[in-house]
């Protein structure tokens, strides 16, 4: 989506087109892109400065394109709110995770530029390479000024990005595919141009790849192993747990019963069951997932018990902070 408004962008500075369709389409692919990944919201800054500077737009297009930016969040809050009964179910599962702080912050920012190494390199040979370029236009000059200045806001990302870096440094991609598109016109041999832009196209989607899939481990050089004792690993294995604190690598042993994942996101919930609505959907997730090990490092199991009394029947505690889920008998 980002893309996408970044194309309707580059037309509207081309043509300096005066059309309020343009410009709420750029708006509109920017509000659905921050929907997806809320810390894109930087990118509705970039663009306004990019037409401040490079267009003469209308102060009217710039209510225009903050109203159709705005316009996707506003129609999710409203269904959230209306299908969840809670005003700040947005802010709670959406922006406040967003700007978690992590506390590896320069440790996890140079681990994954070590991934950017070969990209960052065709983004300066492309930069240094163009004072050898033929004159350019007008039209090409506005480009070039356009994705550089692109590419140091882009860098600000990185800045409100605590969580996950890799994603401001993956904006700077497009930026490097510019710059590089004019290194690969000074290759006069085919063969070398196209051997050149496979290599570029291959290690951009290496990025992505081995951040999912952790071929070098790169991605992961700052996380920390955590260990598991091995009684506790044997007795969760291939279980259906739940667990009730911060301790997300008990999942690697056994499968995530309950929706309660991330601790940030469900403290919320389950640190007020005072609320009706808290209480019934921790005791629907209970029945529907039916988890056969509860571990309760957050001490909130013996609230739970107190408030939903069918539990006390239904877990047994068989150690510290484990509790077991028993067959309980039919009555005829």
Request: hydrophobic residues 50%.
């Amino acid at each position: 989506f980002l893309l996408l408004a970044y194309s309707r962008l580059l037309t509207h500075v081309e043509f300096r087109a005066k059309r309020d369709e343009q410009i709420m389409s750029i708006g509109l692919h920017l509000g659905v892109a921050v929907l997806f990944y809320f810390q894109f919201f930087i990118f509705i800054l970039i663009v306004l400065i990019i037409l401040m500077i490079y267009t003469n737009t209308l102060s009217r297009r710039y209510v225009i394109f903050i109203v159709n930016t705005i316009m996707p969040l506003a129609i999710t809050f409203v269904y959230y709110w209306i299908i969840n009964d809670d005003a700040g179910y947005i802010l709670v599962n959406l922006i406040l995770p967003s700007l978690s702080i992590n506390n590896y912050f320069w440790t996890d920012l140079w681990s994954k530029i070590i991934l950017f190494i070969p990209v960052l390199l065709f983004l300066l040979a492309g930069l240094f390479t163009m004072p050898q370029q033929r004159r350019l236009n007008n039209y090409q000059n506005r480009l070039t000024s356009l994705f550089f200045l692109t590419g140091i806001l882009s860098l600000s990302l990185i800045i409100f990005n605590y969580s996950d870096h890799i994603i401001g440094l993956v904006m700077l991609v497009p930026v490097a595919s510019f710059f590089t598109t004019h290194l690969f016109f000074l290759v006069r041999r085919p063969i070398a141009d196209l051997v050149v832009s496979a290599l570029f196209i291959f290690l951009s989607l290496f990025i992505n790849y081995d951040s999912v899939f952790k071929i070098i481990g790169l991605a992961d050089d700052y996380e920390q192993t955590i260990e598991i004792e091995p009684e506790l690993k044997d007795f969760i294995k291939d279980k259906k747990i739940m667990v009730l604190g911060n301790h997300p690598e008990l999942y690697k042993e056994s499968i995530l019963a309950t929706p309660f994942y991330d601790w940030s996101l469900a403290q919320p919930i389950i640190n007020n069951l005072d609320y009706y609505d808290n209480l019934v959907f921790i005791k629907e997730s209970l029945d529907h997932f039916q988890p056969e090990i509860v571990l309760d490092y957050d001490h909130r199991w013996t609230r739970f018990r107190e408030q939903i009394p069918e539990l006390k029947e239904q877990y047994k505690f068989v150690r510290p902070f484990v509790w077991k889920r028993v067959e309980l008998k039919r009555r005829n």
